[in-house]
């Protein structure tokens, strides 16, 4: 079993910053991938950000690039997304991710909130 539980979040006005992380438990292995993914409402979920198992691969959505940093801490299993230059429209809900054999692990979500 994994267990991803996020902290962070919260309520930012536009051009503003934000931090969530991620601490991941359980039966971990590698490689494996972590990401952010994040739902807003009314709307599928979308891949934010995801980092390599060494930290040497990220990814990021076009919508966030040059905003948004992912990092990861292996010896603690943690990762963490960096927003800044937050929008209204990066108002979503918030998941971490965890891909490994072949499965995803998901945590129960961080509201982010920017308002105008």
């Known amino acids: 079993q994994v267990q991803l539980v996020e902290s962070g979040g919260g309520l930012v006005q536009a051009g503003g910053s934000l931090g969530l992380s991620c601490a991941a438990s359980?039966?971990?292995?590698?490689?494996?991938?972590m990401g952010w993914y994040r739902q807003a409402p009314g709307k599928q979920r979308e891949l934010v950000a995801q980092?390599?198992?060494?930290?040497?691969?990220?990814a990021y959505a076009d919508s966030v690039k040059g905003r948004f940093t992912i990092s990861r801490d292996n010896a603690k299993n943690t990762i963490a997304l960096q927003m800044n230059s937050l929008k209204p429209e990066d108002t979503a809900v918030y998941y971490c991710?965890?891909?490994?054999?072949?499965?995803?692990?998901w945590g129960q979500g961080a509201e982010v909130t920017v308002s105008s």
């Open positions: 359980g039966s971990i292995f590698s490689p494996n991938y």
């Open positions: 991710n965890l891909q490994q054999g072949g499965l995803n692990y």
């Open positions: 980092i390599s198992t060494n930290g040497r691969i990220t």
